[in-house]
Nanobody, 122 residues
Framework: QVQLVESGGGSVQAGGSLRLSCAAS????????MGWFRQAPGKEREGVAGICGSSTNYADSVKGRFTISQDNAKKTVYLQMNSLKPEDTAMYYCAASRVGGSWYNAMRYRFWGQGTQVTVSS
């Protein structure tokens, strides 16, 4: 069973930065895609960023501010978040899919972490 463990969440002021980490129990390259999703209270879970092979993808709302990357030696995927806004406040989840494509579709991801909270104050 694949395990994903997120860390790095916290509380920051608007304009600040955080780096989320997702440690996987197996080689990250064994997955078709790995993604970061977020869910705010009362809202649906949405895709934030995905990495499928060498391709990185982002939601329009975070383009230019967030960067997804992976370090296979550490079996870890990162989400660097800069210029944070209050609307970025949510629980952030790491997910892994054996298949590629449609990185933003949560239904394609079989494995999920427990989530890490990000709170951005104005």
């Amino acid at each position: 069973q694949v395990q994903l463990v997120e860390s790095g969440g916290g509380s920051v002021q608007a304009g600040g930065s955080l780096r989320l980490s997702c440690a996987a129990s197996e080689d990250t390259y064994s997955f078709g895609c790995m993604g970061w999703f977020r869910q705010a209270p009362g809202k649906e879970r949405e895709g934030v960023a995905g990495i499928c092979g060498s391709s990185t993808n982002y939601a329009d709302s975070v383009k230019g501010r967030f960067t997804i990357s992976q370090d296979n030696a550490k079996k870890t995927v990162y989400l660097q978040m800069n210029s944070l806004k209050p609307e970025d406040t949510a629980m952030y989840y790491c997910a892994a899919s054996r298949v590629g494509g449609s990185w933003y579709n949560a239904m394609r991801y079989r494995f999920w972490g427990q989530g890490t909270q990000v709170t951005v104050s104005s």
